[in-house]
């Protein structure tokens, strides 16, 4: 079996790995998740930036933790160059969500909430094919709608075709793989 980071992409395409059709996006070879430098395994939540698209992508892969979850939202929602970017997450390659408690999920709407650019409203599309993964992003979109300071939209969709759509991606991604 090939490794999920090869199946990501073919030929410059989205696929859905179930039944191999390509995506019309075209997005750069290197959009995939990665090992880091040194290590052995690879890294859970992947994220980068396109400033042109105002988009931050971030590609779950394999078991994610609670720390993974919350430590991306610290490091990325943080940073002032990316406040009111829309953000897309794949779960697509995310074979377990170890989480110690499903209220998790509400602390991490609150904590995501809180951290949201109060000054403009953005989109959150969460790609999830796996039941389990879809659920819980379902349970943090129904957080997010009832919560006073959230200015960000969530959706959770099936495929990457329809989450592109969400934010209004019509074209390539062009991410920034440089240092973060």
């Known amino acids: 079996m090939r490794a999920p980071a090869e199946m990501f992409l073919q030929k410059n395409r989205w696929v859905n790995p179930e039944t191999g059709e390509q ?38 892969q394999g078991v994610l933790t609670d720390s993974d979850v919350f430590g991306y939202q610290r490091d990325v929602w943080s ?29 991490l709407a609150e904590v995501a909430a809180a951290m949201d650019d109060k000054s403009t409203r953005s989109k959150f599309a969460i790609v999830a094919t796996a039941d389990v993964a879809f659920g819980l992003g379902r349970m943090f979109q129904s957080y997010r709608e009832v919560m006073e300071q959230s200015t960000k939209e969530v959706g959770v969709f099936r495929t990457m075709e329809e989450a592109l759509s969400f934010p209004g991606i019509n074209g390539p991604l062009s991410l920034d793989w440089g240092p973060r």
């Open 23 to 60: 995506s019309r996006y075209h997005v750069d070879e290197s959009i995939r998740p990665h090992k880091a430098i040194g290590s052995e395994g690879e890294i859970p939540l992947n994220y980068r930036i396109d400033h042109g698209l105002r988009l931050v992508i971030a590609i779950g």
């Open 79 to 107: 940073r002032q160059d990316v406040a009111g970017y829309n953000e897309l997450v794949d779960m697509t390659w995310v074979t377990q969500i170890a989480l110690p408690s499903a209220d998790r999920v509400r602390d």
